[in-house]
């Protein structure tokens, strides 16, 4: 039965292992036998650019970049069949300036997973610099956008996704129910040499080594790990526990965690140790975890030959926190930590734009290829982020937001006009100054909040009925449509819909 487990644990994994290489139209494999693939499938904006020469060279993967500088937002959308709604993934975001522009001045620019904000982006000449964000899908893809600040033209380098089992990480869901991403601040591997990650660790993720602490005593593990059945948890990577770090008799080991937290924020850790050495009868290692000066553990015995991990539940940091941990009063022996991982809780992630309204512009964007280059959620995230040819509702808005305004005046648009009578909660609809041929769709003079309607200057014909025409309050502009005709106002409709005049209609 516990092979049966780790298999279908293992298969949940796998089923999304994603490396987009941006800026690239290739595919390839890299040194660590890992894939990567272009990024024409997953996004339609940007310019592919590289790394200004090979003093900037840090990778294949990081000599690509994709530069956005157009558009407000410019979004990734991934939609594999391997992305699955109800998914818990670690995404991962990197960036490498290395002055693509010959202007020597990285960038700063704001970066969403879905709807949510991620990080401010602080990109460097010569370093590689990555965000990352363990979350649960709550549909069967995944955004991660890009916004435009007053600091610089937005580029991303790589987008990897990685599945992880549901065990690993459960702070998404507090007692309130909502989906709370994780945000990595620190992942390290105490006591390593070296950097770990894939193939070592199978969920890639990337263990920093710790030569900030000029105070830990490093340590190698004696022990012969053996696998000891299913192991629910963040499953760490064994080379992750050979190694550890203690501290001076009598000493204690602290971790500055405010550097990580400018200000107050909801934070989740978690802690891995392992015994280092058979400890012999008149030995004892026995510690506990706190946080500033409150005990936030019971007493932690490491194992030898295995591990135990402590995982915070409810707690906040701020730019004055410590993590401690102290040796117990009967602790012949001074505390060790193998690694540590922390992560600021982000706000609860939002459905996004009401389904209606996605379902409306989808067919908007059918109609019209040039709407196609609009990605991510039209809405959000809430400040500056929609659509520049979409207006939604006040940001204040239960449950989710509406579209409430159409800007489409000028977009080159030809052909009929789609059924996009989803859109309930349209004000106004700007269409003018395009080439849309064809009657007006009854379904528009039925949108129960329409205020505004300008349709003018196309090649529209037929005619608009008195009931929508001669709403109250109604804005209905029209004109340089020479065979459309407005029953009731200006002119007489024939059956044929045929106008008995050229109108001037405003």
Not at 46 to 58: D, F, I, T
Not at 130 to 158: H, Q, W
Not at 274 to 295: A, C, G, M
Not at 371 to 390: F, H, K, M, S
């Amino acid at each position: 039965m516990d092979t049966i487990i780790l298999i279908l644990l293992f298969s949940f994994r796998l089923a999304v292992y994603l490396n987009i290489d941006c800026g690239s139209s290739k595919s390839y494999e890299d040194e660590k036998s890992i894939v990567w693939t272009g990024d024409d499938n997953y996004i339609k904006t940007g310019e592919p650019h590289s790394v200004q020469s090979a003093k900037y060279s840090v990778s294949h993967v990081m000599d690509t970049m994709r530069v956005f500088t157009t558009r407000k937002k410019n979004c990734y959308h991934i939609d594999d069949s391997s992305v699955k709604q109800g998914q818990r993934v670690l995404v991962r975001a990197s960036f490498l300036y290395g002055n693509y522009d010959n202007k020597s001045s990285p960038p700063k620019f704001d970066l969403f997973i879905e709807d949510t904000e991620w990080e401010a982006v602080e990109t460097s000449m010569f370093e590689v610099v990555y965000y990352e964000v363990i979350y649960v899908l709550d549909k069967d893809s995944i955004s991660v956008c890009v916004s435009r600040s007053s600091l610089g033209i937005p580029f991303i380098s790589a987008l990897e996704v990685r599945g992880l089992t549901f065990s690993m990480y459960p702070y998404q869901y507090l007692n309130d129910g909502k989906n709370y991403p994780l945000f990595l601040r620190r992942r390290v591997a105490f006591g390593s040499n070296q950097t770990i990650r894939y193939p070592t660790d199978p969920y890639d993720r990337i263990w920093t080594i710790d030569n900030n602490y000029t105070s830990f005593i490093p340590l190698s593990n004696e022990a012969t790990f053996s696998n000891n059945g299913v192991r629910l948890g963040q499953e760490p990577p064994l080379a992750v526990l050979k190694h550890a770090v203690t501290v001076a008799p009598q000493n204690y080991i602290v971790f500055p965690v405010g550097i990580y937290f400018p200000v107050k924020q909801l934070a989740y850790y978690t802690a891995y140790f392992s015994e280092v050495t058979q400890l012999r009868p008149t030995q004892k290692r026995s510690f506990r975890i706190h946080h500033d000066n409150n005990p936030y553990s019971q007493p932690i015995v490491p194992p030898y030959g295995d591990y135990i991990e402590r995982y915070s539940d409810y707690i906040t940091f701020s730019k004055d926190s410590n993590l401690f941990i102290t040796a117990d009063d009967d602790s012949t022996l001074p505390p060790l930590i193998n690694a540590l991982e922390i992560f600021a809780v982000g706000k609860p992630l939002i459905n996004g734009t009401d389904d209606r309204d996605v379902q409306g512009l989808a067919s908007l964007q059918k109609a019209f290829p040039v709407l196609q280059e609009w990605t991510g959620d039209p809405c959000l995230p809430r400040i500056n982020n929609a659509w520049e040819w979409v207006g939604c509702n006040d940001y204040n808005y239960k449950p989710r937001p509406r579209v409430t305004h159409l800007a489409l005046g000028g977009y080159g648009l030809s052909g009929v006009i789609p059924d996009f009578s989803s859109m309930d909660a349209l004000y106004s609809i700007d269409l003018s100054n395009n080439s849309l041929k064809g009657p007006i769709p009854d379904f528009i003079t039925r949108l129960p909040n329409l205020m505004i309607l300008d349709v003018s200057y196309n090649q529209l014909n037929g005619s608009i009925l008195a009931p929508f025409a001669t709403k109250l309050g109604l804005g209905l502009r029209v004109a340089g449509n020479p065979d459309l005709c407005v029953e009731g106002k200006y002119t007489s409709c024939r059956p044929a819909y045929s106008c008995g005049r050229k109108m001037n209609i405003n």
